[in-house]
């Protein structure tokens, strides 16, 4: 997520509520940097992994995304709503299940907490970095906890990117298991006329260090690449994500892990 040019579409968009792109500097007032947003998008998803072989339909889901700046925490999260009116479709794969998703990312920049300039290098600020992924089932499904550092990189073209490395707790097993390297970026690549503009965004989600005791994989992941065009309200845009053995689960025998899906978003900013 970068810094945008524009004054106005900065207080409006993910490129515009990043940090500044150079060292942080905290020494006379944690909070001149605060800042906060949020938006609702309403997504479509097609051939989302895993999934099982030759069951991974499209379904529909609203999102529910914010973020922001407080003095010394970063935060970023979202909640997902599946199969909004509940339809019994062929063409949905989140007909049974549970119907939320919730990721929630705080960072607390040890810049501020101590006062002192971490940077070095392209490394901006420095960061210890915490996520909780919740689908909502109690025993099973995907509920985990991630801890470990983060930092904001200066990265050539791209600008601003988050870098978090984090041990990965699973709170099924009450078991550590492996590390999560998690990468996000917002570039801005043209601006119109009127202010809108077309950005580049996305992510990389690998995982390694896995225990393969249950028959899964060492290490498997995900890249989202997206192409969105954004107005000071409203923003549209298409997604493609590639999975490679995502979550350490092995591809084949009736599970599909590897391959990939397609996004269509449209959101509306607050």
């Known amino acids: 997520m970068k ?38 998008n309403l997504m479509y998803a097609v051939a989302e992994k895993p999934s099982g072989t030759g069951s991974n339909k499209g379904h529909d889901y609203l999102e529910m995304e914010f973020g922001g700046r407080s003095g010394v925490v970063d935060l970023y999260g979202y909640v997902d709503v599946f199969n909004l009116t509940n339809t019994d479709s062929s063409d949905s794969d989140k007909t049974s299940g549970s119907k939320i998703f919730m990721k929630l990312a705080p960072r607390f920049s040890l810049d501020a907490i101590t006062g002192k300039d971490l940077s070095f290098g392209p490394v901006q600020e420095i960061y210890f970095a915490n996520q909780i992924v919740w689908d909502g089932a109690i025993d099973e499904g995907l509920n985990n906890f991630f801890t470990g550092l983060g930092s904001d990189v200066m990265v050539p073209w791209l600008g601003k990117v988050g870098v978090n490395l984090y041990g990965l707790y699973e709170m099924n097993n009450k078991d550590w298991n492996g590390y999560q390297l998690s990468v996000n970026w917002f570039k801005p690549v043209h601006t119109f006329e009127n202010k809108s503009f077309i950005s580049y965004q996305g992510y990389v989600d690998y995982q390694f260090g896995l225990d393969t005791s249950a028959g899964g994989v060492s290490n498997g992941g995900t890249m989202y690449n997206g192409i969105y065009w954004h107005s000071e309200r409203y923003s549209v845009g298409y997604g493609l994500k590639a999975y490679n053995e995502i979550y350490g689960i092995k591809d084949g025998g009736g599970t599909e892990s590897t391959g990939f899906a397609h996004f269509f978003a449209a959101a509306y900013k607050f």
């Open 3 to 40: 810094n945008i040019k524009n004054a106005a579409l900065a207080a409006t968009t993910l490129a515009a509520i990043s940090c500044n792109a150079f060292a942080a500097d905290y020494s006379d007032d944690i909070h001149k940097n605060d800042y906060q947003w949020s938006q609702f």
